[in-house]
Every structure is written in C-alpha cells, then in structure tokens.
C-alpha cells in the first residue's frame, strides 16, 4: 500500500484547508485509514480515523466540530476538511492505512504511512 498525500499549506486561522490523501496499490486489504499530525518538538498524535466504507469515525478532541474526515472508495481517496483552523493545528500531518491479515499462523497487523503534508496555521 502507497498513501501519498496533498493539499497542506499556509493558511489565517480561522481558514480552512482540505487534505487529500491518494492509496494505491492493494487498497482491498485496507480496512481503517486514519490521519495524524505531529507538531515540531512533539509527538505524533491521532487527529482522526475512519473504517471502511466510512461507517465508523473518530476524532480527537481537539478537532471535534472544526474536522471531518471521509473516504471515497471509488477512488481510493481520503480527505481530511479542515475548518477553523487554529495556530495549534500547526504540524506535519500524516495519512495512515491500516492492514489486517488472517493467516494459518495468525492474525497480522500492518501499517503504512504517507510522507506527510505541512499545514501552518498563522495567527
């Protein structure tokens, strides 16, 4: 699986921002896709996930109300709508496909990331 992801820039805050974030490869095998973020100095955090076919969601708190995340299967595509931003949305944000395979030998769990998009929120 290869995520590649776009649309990050320099916006105001209070602006708004929609990430895309492009699968290939075996995206059949793909059962939750996610995006984190990671500020300079910190850790890399969960900003919000979505299972397939988009049934279930998850957000972070401190994007709850202000984010939505979506999929469009047809195309292999998740987005991340990005509204209100605030100065503190500053980071790298990173797309995040999970993987879970049932073999004989058990049940295995992988995960792929993208390179990552910079989002910088100005005050």
């Known amino acids: 699986v290869q995520l590649v992801e776009s649309g990050g820039g320099l916006v105001q805050a209070g602006g708004s921002l929609r990430l895309s974030c492009a699968a290939s490869?075996?995206?059949?095998?793909?059962?939750?896709m996610g995006w984190y973020r990671q500020a300079p100095g910190k850790q890399r955090e969960l900003v919000a996930t979505t299972t397939t076919g988009g049934g279930s969601t998850n957000y972070a708190d401190s994007v709850k109300g202000r984010f939505t995340i979506s999929r469009d299967n047809t195309q292999n595509t998740m987005y991340l709508q990005m509204t209100s931003l605030k100065p503190e949305d500053t980071a790298v944000y990173y797309c995040n496909a999970g993987v879970v395979v049932d073999t004989l030998s058990g049940r295995y769990n992988y995960n792929y990331w993208g390179q990552g998009t910079q989002v910088t929120v100005s005050s």
């Open positions: 490869g075996s995206t059949f095998s793909i059962n939750t």
